[in-house]
């Protein structure tokens, strides 16, 4: 994995060569975290869609861009690979939330070195789509000392064709979610 992560840029590299894109992310990120201050909302934490913040070339702007905004805590989607008796994963499945949790284990490293605070545990990467009261109860029982966040989509199933760019957030596994929680 760690050819993985170099093949996308190393926070150095990013420095070193791609100055300018890391300006554009780190301008980019401070807009979006000023447009929600302004409007009145507090932030707790940064997460980043489909867990962006936690790419190579993104880390460093997060962290200027939560320092500067006095934003404490960054989501750090690392995770194991969950013992559950009844979870079937695929292939493609184990290998997306095992390379994310690549991610977010250097990234973390990097997060502690500049006082950035994040949960001790994640879950949810593994359980996407999956969640259910017997996983439910299961990672309750495996729980780690610390602090865990759980990370879920709950939703409702489209009543209609799903079709657009949106029918993946209308899915019975969003369903099966809601109705576990």
């Not at 001790?120 to 996983?135: A, E, R, V």
């Not at 409702?156 to 369903?175: D, L, M, P, V, Y």
């Given at each position: 994995?760690?050819?993985?992560?170099n093949?996308?840029?190393?926070?150095?590299s990013?420095?070193?060569?791609?100055?300018?894109?890391s300006k554009?992310?780190?301008?980019?990120?401070?807009?979006?975290?000023?447009?929600?201050?302004?409007?009145?909302?507090?932030?707790?934490?940064?997460?980043?869609h489909h867990?962006?913040?936690?790419?190579?070339s993104?880390?460093?702007?997060?962290?200027?861009a939560?320092?500067?905004?006095?934003?404490?805590?960054?989501?750090?989607?690392?995770e194991?690979?969950?013992?559950?008796?009844?979870?079937?994963?695929?292939?493609?499945?184990?290998?997306?939330?095992s390379?994310f949790?690549?991610?977010?284990?250097?990234?973390?490293?990097?997060?502690?070195?500049?006082?950035?605070?994040?949960?001790?545990?994640?879950?949810g990467?593994?359980?996407?789509?999956?969640?259910?009261?017997d996983?439910?109860?299961?990672?309750?029982?495996?729980?780690?000392?610390?602090?865990?966040?759980?990370?879920?989509?709950?939703?409702?199933?489209?009543?209609?064709?799903?079709?657009?760019?949106?029918?993946?957030?209308?899915?019975h596994?969003?369903?099966?979610?809601?109705?576990?929680?």
């Amino acid at each position: 994995m760690n050819s993985e992560w170099n093949r996308i840029g190393s926070c150095e590299s990013v420095s070193g060569g791609y100055a300018a894109l890391s300006k554009e992310i780190y301008t980019e990120i401070h807009a979006q975290i000023r447009k929600l201050i302004d409007s009145g909302i507090r932030i707790e934490h940064i997460d980043g869609h489909h867990h962006i913040h936690i790419f190579p070339s993104v880390v460093e702007s997060v962290i200027d861009a939560a320092r500067e905004s006095d934003i404490k805590r960054i989501r750090t989607p690392e995770e194991p690979r969950p013992f559950c008796s009844n979870l079937q994963l695929t292939h493609q499945q184990i290998h997306e939330a095992s390379l994310f949790s690549t991610y977010a284990a250097s990234a973390r490293k990097i997060f502690q070195k500049s006082g950035i605070l994040t949960t001790d545990h994640f879950m949810g990467l593994y359980f996407k789509g999956k969640f259910s009261i017997d996983i439910f109860e299961q990672m309750l029982q495996n729980l780690s000392d610390g602090s865990t966040e759980l990370m879920l989509h709950p939703g409702r199933a489209s009543k209609g064709a799903n079709i657009g760019s949106f029918s993946t957030f209308s899915t019975h596994e969003r369903e099966t979610e809601l109705e576990t929680l």
